[in-house]
């Protein structure tokens, strides 16, 4: 592809690049000079899952890879001590140095799924490299980059004060800390979600102050969760992870509203633009061959075709067809009465005696088809007795 054709195909799906002719510029320069452009995205461990409102970053991150440039994946270890402000008007809990190895490991073992992790195309880095070894000299230099009406532009720390809630002084200096760490590696373009906007505009002033050309910041929608409200998160219950049985994950994407479906095939897959518009188009494409071809797609990515045509096939059976799903988990049990929201924990359905309550109540609980809205009536275990949560989750019973 010629410059124009890469910066077109790296715009796909964006909310802002700062700025375009200055990705043009450098695209072109490293393909004189010969050079890989070092892309960088910061990923602060604080969870270790990843669902797919995070690859929408890192299949930014991968079309760099792709067109022949470095990923750079920094692990805020030691950021992550600090905490960012989450826009909730609190500040993020500090982290163990054992959370923070672990959440790292799972995060990477995760984006490998996305990524090419080849040593050619990514390079990951820890910033307690750089920043822990910082004098006390270094930080005030570094925090004389930027002025405290600069800081407060950010609008969590300004609704904060406004609200009278306190913002700690230590606040003020992730994001400079984040800037330093594009310092640091030399980072040519950051990307991140539109909630990380002001961190990474922050590195390009900041790396002006310390005589770098200024990276340019390539900013990502946040993906709409399942339920076309709120973003997609593993705490609303709205998400589909990249870890996801293939049925779940096939199922979850057959469930998302008709209106969500342009911005999944836009962001989660390559489909190009044309054809999106003909897939979301209801009076070319039925929205149930849509949803399928997309389930398949998603799927396709974390598995491969066979086991998304598979997928498709399971959710044929047991919803269009009102059969049960082949692979059901079969749990051992003890023929004695339990009541149903315990039955529900122990088959692993919930996660929690609560929201097995929960679901009882809201009419999501079938046994051998039947439904079960009481979560304390007890039920007596039975061979080959069927389990159903929801619409996807299965569980078959054996009498130890």
Not at 161 to 174: G, N, R, S
Not at 331 to 357: H, R, T
């Amino acid at each position: 592809m010629n410059i124009a054709e890469q910066v077109k195909g790296l715009k796909r799906g964006t909310v802002e690049v700062f700025r375009e002719d200055e990705l043009a510029q450098r695209l072109t320069d490293a393909a004189q000079e010969g050079r890989q452009l070092r892309a960088k995205l910061g990923m602060d461990p604080t969870a270790p899952d990843i669902h797919l409102g995070h690859t929408v970053v890192l299949r930014k991150l991968r079309q760099f890879q792709d067109l022949g440039h470095k990923a750079v994946l920094i692990i805020g270890d030691y950021t992550a001590l600090i905490g960012d402000p989450t826009g909730q008007n609190a500040t993020r809990p500090m982290l163990t140095g054992e959370q923070i190895k672990e959440n790292a490991q799972t995060y990477f073992d995760q984006a490998g799924k996305i990524l090419d992790t080849s040593p050619d195309r990514l390079e990951v880095r820890y910033n307690s490299e750089w920043l822990e070894k910082m004098s006390l000299m270094e930080l005030i230099q570094l925090a004389a980059k930027k002025t405290v009406a600069q800081m407060l532009q950010r609008d969590s720390f300004r609704l904060r004060l406004q609200k009278d809630i306190d913002v700690y002084t230590h606040e003020f200096l992730y994001p400079l800390m984040q800037g330093y760490d594009s310092v640091a590696i030399q980072s040519d373009v950051e990307l991140g979600g539109t909630d990380q906007t002001f961190n990474n505009l922050v590195g390009r002033d900041v790396q002006r102050a310390y005589g770098q050309p200024p990276q340019i910041v390539i900013t990502m929608p946040i993906l709409v969760g399942l339920d076309g409200m709120q973003k997609m998160s593993k705490s609303k219950g709205n998400y589909i992870g990249v870890t996801d049985a293939p049925s779940e994950m096939f199922g979850k994407t057959m469930s998302i509203p008709d209106e969500l479906m342009d911005n999944y095939f836009t962001l989660l897959t390559d489909i190009p633009a044309e054809e999106i518009k003909v897939l979301c188009d209801g009076s070319k494409t039925h929205p149930k061959e849509a949803k399928v071809k997309l389930g398949k797609l998603i799927v396709e990515q974390f598995y491969d075709t066979e086991t998304g045509e598979a997928a498709a096939g399971e959710f044929e059976r047991v919803f269009a067809q009102n059969q049960l799903p082949d692979d059901m988990p079969e749990i051992e049990i003890a023929p004695e009465p339990i009541m149903a929201s315990k039955l529900l924990v122990q088959c692993g359905l919930v996660d929690s005696g609560g929201e097995a309550k929960r679901m009882c109540k809201q009419g999501g609980v079938k046994v051998n088809d039947e439904k079960i809205r009481d979560p304390a009536m007890e039920i007596t275990p039975t061979n080959d007795m069927i389990v159903q949560v929801g619409k996807r989750k299965f569980a078959k019973l054996v009498i130890k």
